[in-house]
C-alpha cells in the first residue's frame, strides 16, 4: 500500500454552494510521482508538472491533489468528506499497484473553449435545449448548467458522429 492514510485537517462552508462544504486533507506520503499516471487513469483530470497537482471532478465535487495534500469543494457533509478521502486514497494506492501497466501521461489537459463544442452542436438555434442559440449552450455545457441530453436534435441519426466527439470532448469538463 503507497499512500497509508489521508487524515482531515479542516471543513469549512463551500464559497461555490452555500449548503455544501469544502474541506483539507493531508496524505501520509508524497503522491507527485503518481500524478502523470492518473492522468492517465482519470480521463476528465487535469495535471500540472509545474505544481505539481492533479484535479478532477467527481460527482460534481472538485477534486484537487496536490503533493502531501488534497481539497474538495462541493462536498455534501463530513460523512461525504470521509467517502471522498477513502475513494481518493482508493484511487491512489491502486494506481500505484498497476503502475507498471499504465503509460504516464505528462500532457496538461485543457478545457475546450465554447467554440470548439459549438463546432460539433447542430447549429438549428432551435431553443428545444432552453437556450437562445447553439454557442448559449454550448456554453453551459461548459460550466455543467447543460447536459448533452437536453440537446433533442443531437438524437437525430445524422448527429451519431458529432455525438460521440463532444461526449469525449466533454469528458474534460
Do not use: H
Amino acid at each position: 500500500m503507497y499512500l497509508n492514510n489521508i487524515k482531515l485537517l479542516f471543513i469549512q462552508p463551500c464559497v461555490a454552494e452555500s449548503k455544501k462544504i469544502r474541506f483539507k486533507a493531508e496524505f501520509s506520503s508524497d503522491v507527485s510521482n503518481i500524478m502523470p499516471y492518473l492522468n492517465s487513469v482519470v480521463k476528465n483530470g487535469s495535471y500540472n508538472s509545474n505544481m505539481p497537482s492533479f484535479t478532477f471532478k467527481k460527482d460534481n465535487r472538485l477534486i484537487n491533489i496536490y503533493a502531501n495534500d488534497m481539497t474538495v469543494a462541493k462536498a455534501i457533509n463530513e460523512t461525504d468528506a470521509y467517502s471522498i478521502m477513502d475513494f481518493v486514497k482508493d484511487l491512489i494506492n491502486e494506481t500505484y499497484d498497476n503502475k507498471n501497466s499504465i503509460e504516464p501521461n505528462y500532457e496538461m489537459r485543457k478545457k475546450p473553449a465554447a467554440f470548439k463544442i459549438y463546432s460539433y452542436l447542430p447549429k438549428k438555434n432551435c431553443k428545444k435545449c432552453g437556450e437562445t442559440t447553439c454557442i448559449a449552450f454550448a456554453s453551459k455545457l461548459l460550466t455543467g448548467v447543460k447536459t448533452l441530453n437536453q440537446c433533442a436534435v443531437l438524437e437525430e441519426e445524422q448527429y451519431k458522429e458529432k455525438l460521440k466527439s463532444l461526449n469525449d470532448l466533454l469528458e474534460l469538463v
